[in-house]
T-cell receptor, first 113, second 109 residues
Framework: ETGVTQTPRHLVMGMTNKKSLKCEQHLGHNAMYWYKQSAKKPLELMFVYNFKEQTENNSVPSRFSPECPNSSHLFLHLHTLQPEDSALYLC????????????FGEGSRLTVL | GQNIDQPTEMTATEGAIVQINCTYQTSGFNGLFWYQQHAGEAPTFLSYNVLDGLEEKGRFSSFLSRSKGYSYLLLKELQMKDSASYLCALMDSNYQLIWGAGTKLIIKP
């Protein structure tokens, strides 16, 4: 139990579907992150929010749309995805500031058909 | 540019010692992290080194040499539960994390 909860754990969707991934952290952290993890590849940073403000968008296609309504919740809205978007999507949080370790959720395994 | 390399896979025997290496190239450095990730689970923080030398935490130790662009994670008295992927991550001059692809460690009885 890392204090970061992601739902759903598994998601299968067609290319025309719209779905959302949810992340909630119970650690009182101020920074939240979305990462993409593909097999045998480094973690890819997608989005960063600090105090609910987006501070990083790492050239992510617009078919991925993040939302951070408060410091404890983070969403990733998905629409018209491609099969190559199939991956594990990890949410993470951090206390805030530049240093310190990340606390990760267990991820949402996404399969796009 | 920035680059991190670590072996893709390693195999070791229960009770033995294993060293997982991580080499990097970067123009700016604010520390190096190691994370452990069991299959289907969240990555969890193991260690952070920003100064040269060895940091010991129980069975796990992490070493850093900034001049050589080199770190290693040392696991002693290996247990079956240590089978996992080990991720090396560099914090650059902008405090951004640059990740390695991870080393899958397989422990055999």
């Amino acid at each position: 139990e890392t204090g970061v909860t992601q739902t759903p754990r598994h998601l299968v969707m067609g290319m025309t579907n719209k779905k959302s991934l949810k992340c909630e952290q119970h650690l009182g952290h101020n920074a939240m992150y979305w990462y993409k993890q593909s097999a045998k590849k480094p973690l890819e940073l997608m989005f960063v929010y600090n105090f609910k403000e987006q501070t990083e968008n790492n050239s992510v296609p617009s078919r991925f749309s993040p939302e951070c309504p408060n410091s404890s919740h983070l969403f990733l809205h998905l629409h018209t995805l491609q099969p190559e978007d199939s991956a594990l999507y990890l949410c993470a949080s951090k206390r805030g500031g530049d240093t310190g370790e990340l606390f990760f959720g267990e991820g949402s395994r996404l399969t796009v058909l | 540019g920035q680059n991190i390399d670590q072996p893709t896979e390693m195999t070791a025997t229960e009770g033995a010692i294993v060293q997982i290496n991580c080499t990097y190239q970067t123009s700016g450095f604010n520390g190096l992290f190691w994370y452990q990730q069991h299959a289907g689970e969240a990555p969890t923080f193991l260690s952070y080194n920003v100064l040269d030398g060895l940091e010991e935490k129980g069975r796990f130790s992490s070493f850093l040499s900034r001049s050589k662009g080199y770190s290693y994670l040392l696991l002693k008295e290996l247990q079956m539960k240590d089978s996992a992927s080990y991720l090396c991550a560099l914090m650059d001059s902008n405090y951004q994390l640059i990740w390695g692809a991870g080393t899958k460690l397989i422990i055999k009885p």
